[in-house]
């Protein structure tokens, strides 16, 4: 069967492409920038991808051919405090005119849990999006879930950076509101389980695993899996907005997000009785399972996604491909070089900079600048790195993104997400004279800008001078 996967760099999305592939099925991957794709050599053999953007106007001049099912992974709630929801209407709307024109069979949406009937904006945003792919001229399968529990989840690393960093916790009083985690394998085998099934074809089904839980229990749970104690102290008077600060501090979600979560950790989200789990025969893992599967992965470097790694997790709005090509005009620079005894040992210590490994010179400040990026709202360390040893276009990197990482052409080009008055790469590449260049580029945004680097410059010369040479070395 040929099927397009919409989302198809999304933390779902890449956990259901090679479950789609081990089955059998032809994949055409849908994204707006096939750079950010993140899928290795032998994967990019086997699939097809197709780079649209569903916010723009619809081209129909080079849509994918003969597609019998679609999975529809798009959100955006992150992208905007104040527009998430506009931007996801606009965004169904136009995937129905392209659906129209390729006369698909079915398609699956992903959708979250609305039995309450006080929703907040972004569980509102998702009914809205039901109900605009419901006029589409397909058939519609949409799954309702609640909190995705593994490796990577939002909702896991948010609970896993609270019960982590805090033994004593002040809590709001959303901490009571009851839900129904799923385990993200789970998700994977309904969204596969319900393909052609037309006995699923134009019905809505919640999915959830066997546990209803408070968020409190939750953690408790958690911190039980991980031997931790904890203790939570509920209070009342903690104002959506003081609980949105809370969680940009203390975890790694960006201040948006933050916000979004907490609106709707304020609701209810419990499975609505139905058929699906037997018609599948699909029997869900508990909450506690679901973490020790998810621990399994990070204990053996097998995050496939995280999402951390999205574009919105850092609150900028970039399209990489504009970026790949580091200014000459205009911009400010620090340039090291130094000749490379071991290649691959050099190449394997630039591409596991950051995270836990640091950065090889005055990690202590670097740690003072993510601190200090913090305080104006940017991202700062926190969001280290997926994998310990490995980078894709696209990824986190603490407060840079990957915009080029090539291992064979030996080059890594980043660029910074750090709450800045201009725009700032850093650049690594290997030379065929095996000499390591080391490039910060700085393009600035006025008077501001030229202050902000020439105030710099005294930690620049010690960083900088101090990272190329334990990368050589090391």
Not at 369 to 375: E, M, N, Q, V, Y
Not at 382 to 395: A, F, I, S
Request: hydrophobic residues 40%; positive net charge.
């Amino acid at each position: 069967m040929k099927i397009l996967l919409t989302g198809a760099n999304g933390y779902v999305g890449r956990r259901l492409l090679p479950e789609l592939l081990a089955n059998g099925h032809d994949v055409v991957c849908c994204v707006r920038d096939k750079n950010r794709l993140g899928t290795d050599e032998e994967t990019l053999k086997k699939i097809a991808v197709w780079e649209v953007d569903f916010l723009e106007e619809p081209n129909f001049d080079h849509i994918p051919e003969n597609i019998d099912t679609v999975y529809y992974l798009i959100h955006s709630m992150t992208s905007s405090t104040e527009d998430f929801d506009k931007l996801e209407a606009l965004s169904a709307h136009h995937f129905n005119a392209y659906m129209d024109k390729m006369k698909v069979k079915q398609v699956i949406y992903l959708s979250g849990i609305v039995n309450n009937p006080n929703l907040s904006k972004h569980m509102n945003s998702r009914n809205n999006v039901e109900n605009i792919l419901y006029q589409g001229n397909f058939n519609l399968t949409v799954l309702r879930a609640g909190i995705i529990v593994g490796s990577g989840s939002s909702s896991f690393e948010i609970i896993r950076d609270l019960c982590e960093k805090l033994p004593i916790m002040i809590t709001p009083k959303w901490v009571l509101t009851k839900s129904q985690p799923i385990a993200i394998r789970d998700v994977i085998q309904y969204l596969i389980g319900v393909i052609n099934k037309e006995t699923c074809f134009n019905k809505s089904f919640d999915i959830g695993g066997p546990n209803i839980l408070t968020y409190k229990q939750m953690m408790q749970l958690y911190a039980k899996v991980r031997g931790l104690k904890i203790m939570i102290i509920g209070v009342p008077f903690m104002s959506p907005k003081l609980s949105s600060y809370w969680l940009y501090f203390v975890t790694s979600t960006s201040y948006k997000l933050a916000k979004n979560l907490v609106n709707s950790m304020k609701v209810e989200v419990v499975c609505k009785n139905n058929d699906l789990q037997r018609m599948l025969g699909i029997k869900p893992i508990s909450y506690t399972d679901a973490i020790k599967l998810a621990f399994k992965k990070i204990e053996q470097n097998l995050v496939v996604s995280s999402w951390k790694d999205s574009l919105s997790s850092s609150g900028f709005k970039l399209d990489l491909k504009n970026y790949v090509e580091v200014p000459k005009y205009g911009c400010l620079k620090d340039y090291q070089k130094v000749k490379v005894d071991d290649v691959n040992k050099a190449l394997d210590n630039i591409w596991s900079i950051g995270g836990y490994n640091g950065w090889y010179y005055g990690n202590w400040l670097w740690e003072i600048r993510g601190f200090i990026d913090r305080l104006f709202g940017g991202v700062g360390l926190r969001r280290g790195r997926t994998n310990p040893d490995h980078l894709d276009n696209g990824d986190s990197l603490d407060f840079w993104r990957v915009i080029l990482a090539d291992k064979d052409k030996r080059r890594l080009l980043l660029f910074s997400e750090m709450k800045v008055p201009g725009e700032a790469w850093l650049e690594f590449k290997i030379d065929e004279n095996n000499t390591l260049h080391q490039i910060a580029t700085f393009r600035p945004k006025g008077i501001f800008g030229r202050l902000y680097w020439y105030s710099m410059l005294p930690f620049h010369f010690f960083i900088f001078k101090g990272m190329i040479k334990n990368i050589a070395a090391n």
